[in-house]
């Protein structure tokens, strides 16, 4: 009996989804591997203290504004300012498809890692499906996608959410092949669907992109003979006609905050030292393994640090160079092919690494020398196997890999070159481009290809095609590796006074104090998550005046008074105060201007909630919420304390009740490599033990309990509950790494503990 014709497309169909499925799966698992200890501590790790933080909170709000049906451009910071989330990257094509995990994921910091991995996941996935289609390999496909999810440039934007996300640039490249290839509307709606999902997810990756799909397009369809044939253009033209007028909201967005704040536009001082120059592209990722620990490498800014790998070159000039026969001549470009290696080499060590006087550079640099040792050993045996020359080689994919590797080299110069010049004086978006060396992103969707291409040639010269192949991967993963990474570690512990401010019928803004830098506003920026509330404060490469007025008066000694009229002009209705980042001195600034304006009736005291050792403050301006004082508790504390009597020993930096777990550490090294550390700890239950963690937690020691009177002393509610603790380390412990962090948790006798701020160095 014959096979039902639709069963066995049926089956067809589930069988090539499931190798999609499989596929993609590898990259996810590769991401897990590539980014380890990450997914130990989904829920709390995050590159740094800086973007990430604000990348959670466009996360949080682009997805909160979808559900609620709100103005996405008017996110609820930098009060009162308007066309907040145009000052950044929106992020809508990472927030939108993720939001039927909203209801599985309470924890913003988890559902950003979820967005995190995926950018790697699918990096690796579109640099697979780009190889593959040009070279009709899968063991191509996935040296193109390891390459891609790998890059050494992607490692060192760990905290960059948006420019990991450049899955869509493969995926527009191979969507053009495929139109090159088969013309027709199902070919344009494809690369209809991977332009607009590019321009959601990335605004350089949305302006690069699309100038190097038009080169491309146009480059393609002269190489194929059909840019005079209307019939070609017509489905191509109106896809990316209609790709344009679904993105126009996003674009009118950005172009209404440009005309709202003129500051918005980049200077051409700024534009100039984010270009690259030609010895950037020989200068290695500092999170590399291989190459990444050179002085050199550490003193360059990440943004220009844009060395693929010696891999991806040296395969890529397998796959493009002319292949002659043996003889006087094959000698001749043996030796140049073998100088050019050489001089390659030499060149990148002078840029990357500066000579040590005391000559142990070729120690230091052993790796890298060994691992482009056995290059040239591989380039020569290659010799053996003589091929077609280059221009029958030469097909329409890798013409316009070439084209993209150019034009994104070319471009990484920015003002220091001719294209990007010449580009933004025709393209006006460009001008606010503020990093022009972010153009690499290009090349290296052109390396893919090229990589891939000569990795194939190379593979197919053994006899098991594919052990060499597999080997060809591993070589890439042994190269292009950045793990173990050290992730900073949040807390993992929300103070509860953003579930308090999520109730609270408040009618305006909230704002955090201090703020003596950025790092202040970025952690409000992450808090305001948990409560959703608009937030005088905010982050973002653009700073509005009035939020550089309102932290010059606030980070001021004293306090400026015209803070509080400020603040209740624009509608602010709670001031919350972070003790712990306040000094200890009772003649701290904001301590005094507390105490000034409570005096003075501008400002009612409402709550204290626990957090750290002095605890968080909340006060309204009376202004604006005449009624606050009725938020206040009342009664005592275990101590003895009423509400007024805590906040009169806040303001004098004395301390008081706490029901959660608190403690405080110190450190110090020496040059031999010995480490002390002590501290205290404090619980209402008592301290069952104090844990020292390094290594992302990685690595765990019990300190030793040693009296501290002290405390008991400032605390007498806690004698018999609390302690002091000490480590002494001679040396590094086995396992830890050079550069490695330090978490003290306090466990408390009723299981419940706390995590003190991670504390990050480097053990030499």
């Known amino acids: 009996m014959k096979d039902n014709p639709r069963a066995a497309s049926t089956r067809g169909f589930l069988l090539a989804a499931s190798r999609e499925i499989g596929v ?44 609620e049906r709100l103005d996405v451009w008017d996110a609820p910071m930098f009060h009162p300012a308007r066309m907040v989330l145009a000052f950044s990257e929106n992020l ?27 950018s790697f996941a699918m990096s690796g996935y579109g640099g697979f499906v780009l190889a593959r289609m040009v070279s009709g390999s899968w063991l191509a496909g996935f040296v193109g996608g390891v390459f891609f999810a790998l890059l050494p440039w992607r490692f060192d934007h760990l905290s960059h959410l948006q420019h990991l996300w450049a899955a869509w640039l493969p995926l527009l490249l191979a969507s053009i092949l495929r139109y090159l290839r088969r013309p027709g509307w199902s070919s344009a709606i494809l690369f209809a669907g991977a332009f607009v999902m590019n321009g959601l997810t ?12 038009g080169f491309a397009l146009v480059a ?4 194929e003979g059909r840019w005079r044939s209307l019939r070609f253009w017509i489905p191509i033209g ?20 440009s005309e709202l704040y003129k500051e918005v536009s980049r200077s051409p001082a700024d534009i100039r030292s984010f270009s690259a120059e030609w010895k950037d592209w020989l200068a290695p990722a500092e999170r590399n393994k291989l190459y990444g620990d050179h002085s050199a490498a550490r003193n360059r800014a990440p943004e220009r640090a844009l060395f693929p790998g010696i891999l991806a070159l040296l395969f890529s000039w397998i796959a493009l160079r002319p292949r002659e026969p043996a003889g006087r001549r094959g000698s001749l470009n043996g030796l140049l092919e073998a100088g050019a290696i050489g001089l390659l080499v030499w060149a990148w060590l002078s840029v990357s690494v500066e000579a040590s006087p005391n000559g142990e550079m070729l120690l230091r640099f052993r790796m890298p020398l060994v691992f482009a040792a056995s290059i040239v050993i591989l380039i020569r045996v290659l010799r053996r196997s003589n091929g077609p020359p280059l221009a029958e080689r030469m097909t329409l994919p890798l013409r316009l890999a070439m084209l993209w590797i150019v034009l994104g080299v070319l471009g990484s110069f920015g003002s220091k070159g001719v294209v990007y010049s010449l580009l933004s004086e025709l393209l006006d978006p460009l001008r606010g481009i503020r990093v022009p060396a972010r153009f690499a992103m ?18 197919e010269r053994f006899r098991h095609v594919r052990l060499a192949g597999f080997a060809i991967v591993v070589l890439f993963l042994f190269e292009l590796n950045a793990a173990p990474i050290r992730w900073f570690l949040h807390e993992g512990r929300w103070t509860p006074a953003y579930a308090w401010l999520k109730e609270a019928p408040l009618r305006g803004a909230v704002i955090e104090l201090p703020i003596r830098h950025s790092l202040d506003s970025l952690k409000y920026v992450l808090n305001s998550t948990r409560h959703h509330k608009s937030i005088v404060n905010g982050h973002s490469s653009f700073d509005p005046e009035h939020h550089r007025q309102v932290v010059a008066w606030a980070a001021s000694a004293p306090v400026d008074p015209k803070l509080i009229p400020y603040l209740e002009k624009i509608g602010t209705s709670m001031i919350v105060v972070h003790g712990d980042a306040l000094e200890y001195d009772s003649r701290e600034p904001v301590r005094q201007w507390l105490r000034q304006e409570l005096r003075a009736g501008r400002l009612t005291f409402v709550r204290r909630f626990d957090e750290g050792i002095h605890g968080v403050w909340t006060f309204a301006p009376t202004g604006n919420e005449p009624l606050a004082a009725w938020w206040r508790e009342t009664g005592v504390d275990p101590a003895g304390h009423s509400p007024v009597e805590s906040l009169s020993r806040f303001l004098d930096a004395r301390l008081n009740w706490s029901d959660l777990p608190m403690g405080h550490v110190s450190w110090e090294t020496d040059r031999d490599g010995t480490m002390r550390i002590w501290g205290w700890g404090a619980a209402p239950s008592g301290i069952q033990t104090v844990l020292l963690h390094f290594d992302n937690e990685r690595i765990s020691l019990p300190a030793r309990f040693v009296p501290r009177g002290d405390v008991e002393r400032l605390m007498p509610w806690m004698a018999g509950k609390s ?10 412990p086995a396992g830890v790494h050079l550069d490695t962090d330090l978490v003290v948790q306090i466990v408390a006798k009723d299981g419940s503990s706390a995590r003190l701020d991670q504390i990050l160095f480097r053990w030499k």
Do not use: K
């Open 24 to 67: 993609f799966l590898f990259f996810t698992a590769l991401a897990c591997a590539a980014t380890w200890p990450l997914v130990a501590h989904p829920s709390r790790a995050v590159a740094d203290q800086g973007d990430p933080y604000l990348n959670i909170w466009i996360l949080d709000w682009v997805q909160r504004a979808a559900i």
């Open 92 to 118: 809508l094509g990472v927030a939108w498809p993720l939001l039927p995990l909203r209801s599985l994921v309470s924890n913003p910091i988890l559902l950003y890692n979820i967005a995190f991995l995926l």
């Open 202 to 213: 990335n605004m350089h990756w949305f302006a690069f992109g699309s100038i190097a799909a």
């Open 220 to 223: 393609g369809a002269v190489s």
């Open 238 to 257: 109106s896809a990316g006609i209609l790709a344009l007028v679904s993105l126009y909201p996003v674009i009118d967005g950005y172009s209404n905050a």
């Open 442 to 459: 290009i090349a290296y969707t052109g390396l893919a290809i090229t990589a891939a291409t000569g990795a194939r040639y190379v593979a």
């Open 723 to 732: 302690t002091g603790f000490e480590l002494h380390l001679n040396s590094r």
